[in-house]
């Protein structure tokens, strides 16, 4: 494989790896001189990129596939239930006096209300009276 087919992931996994080995005494797959070396200052790292470039790592990438499998879709049954518009209003008027019914309508709060209830409490937090 050449520099492009690897991502830049599988490049830094593979950089990592053999500077792992390099730093462990792993003899080196590329023949440098002793400028070369002193120029990237015997980093591991720098070295393993350099074979990596230079295509000397005999290492190889396995990207597994998901697996194809062939099912028959089940088909989609859309009900089709035509109704007129008076059906549509009587289901809206039906549903709008369920929820009335069941739920609680909120009214907005009166600042005296608020004030009376904040008044009280504080009062009853004390455990004296209210002057």
């Known amino acids: 494989m050449t520099k492009e087919d ?8 593979i950089i990592g790896a053999r500077g792992l080995q390099i730093s462990m005494d792993a003899p080196l797959l590329l ?4 400028e070369d070396l002193n120029g990237v200052n015997y980093d591991p790292l720098r070295i393993a990129e350099k074979e990596l470039d230079s295509g000397v ?9 998901p697996e194809r ?11 089709e239930t035509h109704l007129s518009d008076e059906e549509k209003i009587k289901t809206e008027e ?3 006096k369920d929820i009335a019914r069941e739920g609680e309508i909120m009214e907005l709060a009166n600042p005296e209300d608020e004030m009376d209830e904040d008044i009280s409490e ?10």
């Open 6 to 13: 690897f991502s830049k992931y599988e490049r830094a996994r």
């Open 31 to 34: 023949k440098m001189s002793e």
């Open 57 to 65: 790592l005999p290492i190889s990438v396995n990207r597994p596939m």
């Open 69 to 79: 499998k062939e099912e028959a879709l089940e088909k989609i049954k859309i009900d």
């Open 94 to 96: 039906e549903t709008t």
């Open 122 to 131: 504080a009062g009853s937090d004390e455990g004296g009276e209210i002057e």
